[in-house]
């Protein structure tokens, strides 16, 4: 029997949003677990809190069994004739995406189609019906589909494991945890593997028969799989740096010898972010509190899938710790920019000079933010004050810390900075406050 990885922390979103009123719209990176987390741990917490089984309805429309529900009218047919008389209904539909739009017979405009939207619009009508869909592609995320469900749609990310999620199913010896985290990533799926080949290649045959045909099937670009091969290879190589698609275009002119427009950089940028396969962040003026739109850093979904495309000979822990850091935060519901502090300074000739510092991220969420730098040691002092000089140039309240992954206990420095050794931020959140 396949171990259930409990998590907690996606089941507490959707139990926020139960009987809300709204669709409930589950998203993610595919394989990162979206039908685990509504049929293995959403379905059976309902139930141990009482909700009969004749009052869940679940769907799954990537099964070939159900296929003639991928028709618009057909699956409203069936949702309709399987809700109880009376008390509330829970309604589960997997892969909706996989419903096509259809030709409406009543209606002369060829133009006239029935999607998946209308559905479940009409469903939501029912009085005590509480909905939540599935969906792994750019379908479910685009401002379009939003707006058809009229303010009325909560999308609920999935992402692949957390590191502490990770650390709950993990059955080697702990010591190795963060090793094989930082390697392999987290996808639910490699809980089943045991040695590097198996780990391996199943994360290489989910980049080829999973996300890269995906890409190149929705997009309409099946002449390009080289091109997006090599374009990911670059990302996968620039995970920590700044970088952007002139720079990218340039490298693909000099080390590939392929002439590619930044603005075609770009746009197959942007399918990958579709994919949930990497985000971007962008760079933020602390000081002048605005954006500057001319370099970003990218960071994988998942390291595993990062480490993966590069045949596991990059595995530099600093560049991969940051990336963990930016997942961690993204998926505990922050935005996350790179923020840049400029500052001026004579030099020895008594020439005034400007530049710009780094701070890895700038945290936001709500009315907190939180200003962090990750720092794979700080053995000495000279480090130490370079992982520190921008923290300390910035002059508001919020909270500075830096996160390393030596064995300390957390403390606040004479500027009141606080250090945090990595695996306290990863399995203790409110660690960010102490």
């Not at 004739?81 to 589960?92: D, H, L, N, Q, T």
């Not at 505990?332 to 000079?353: L, P, Q």
């Amino acid at each position: 029997m396949a171990m259930v990885i409990e998590r907690p922390i996606l089941l507490e979103r959707l139990l926020q949003r139960k009987q809300n009123g709204r669709v409930k719209i589950i998203t993610g990176l595919r394989r990162a677990g979206k039908s685990f987390l509504l049929t293995d741990i959403y379905i059976p917490h309902l139930k141990s809190c009482g909700v009969d089984e004749k009052h869940i309805i679940s769907l799954s429309l990537e099964e070939i069994a159900n296929s003639r529900y991928r028709n618009p009218f057909e699956l409203d047919s069936f949702i309709r004739s399987k809700i109880p008389p009376e008390g509330p209904v829970y309604i589960f539909l997997d892969e909706i995406q996989k419903v096509e739009a259809v030709q409406n017979p009543y209606v002369p405009n060829k133009e006239s189609l029935v999607t998946f939207v209308d559905v479940i619009l009409g469903l939501m009508k029912i009085k005590g019906a509480d909905i939540y869909i599935t969906g792994s592609n750019s379908k479910m995320l685009s401002s379009d589909i939003m707006t058809e469900f009229r303010g009325r749609g909560d999308e609920i990310q999935v992402h692949p494991l957390s590191y502490s999620e990770f650390l709950s199913g993990y059955d080697g010896d702990t010591h190795d945890a963060w090793r094989d985290y930082f390697t392999y990533g987290g996808l639910p799926g490699l809980i089943e593997c045991r040695t590097h080949e198996e780990k391996s290649t199943y994360l290489k045959e989910l980049f080829e028969n999973t996300y890269i045909r995906d890409i190149l099937e929705r997009n309409e670009i099946r002449r390009e799989k080289s091109v997006l091969d090599s374009l990911l290879n670059v990302l996968a190589s620039a995970v920590g740096s700044l970088t952007n698609s002139s720079v990218i275009a340039n490298t693909f002119r000099s080390v590939e010898k392929i002439n590619l427009k930044p603005e075609t950089i770009d746009t197959y940028i942007s399918h990958f972010e579709d994919a949930f396969l990497i985000r971007t962040a962008q760079r933020f003026d602390v000081k002048g509190r605005r954006y500057i739109g001319s370099q970003h850093k990218y960071y994988f979904e998942d390291v595993g899938l990062r480490n993966a495309r590069l045949g596991f000979r990059q595995t530099e822990e600093p560049h991969i710790m940051e990336n963990v850091i930016y997942n961690e935060l993204v998926f505990r519901g922050f935005d996350v920019d790179v923020g840049i502090v400029e500052y001026n300074y004579k030099d020895s000739d008594g020439a005034s000079r400007r530049t710009q510092l780094e701070v890895d991220f700038v945290a936001n969420s709500g009315s907190k933010r939180y200003y962090i730098q990750s720092a794979l040691s700080l053995a000495d002092e000279e480090k130490r004050r370079q992982e520190i000089n921008s923290l300390s140039r910035i002059s508001d309240s919020f909270k500075k810390i830096v996160i390393t992954k030596d064995n300390i206990i957390p403390h606040h420095d004479e500027t009141g900075i606080l250090h945090l050794p990595l695996e306290e931020f990863l399995l203790n959140p409110p660690s960010l406050d102490f």
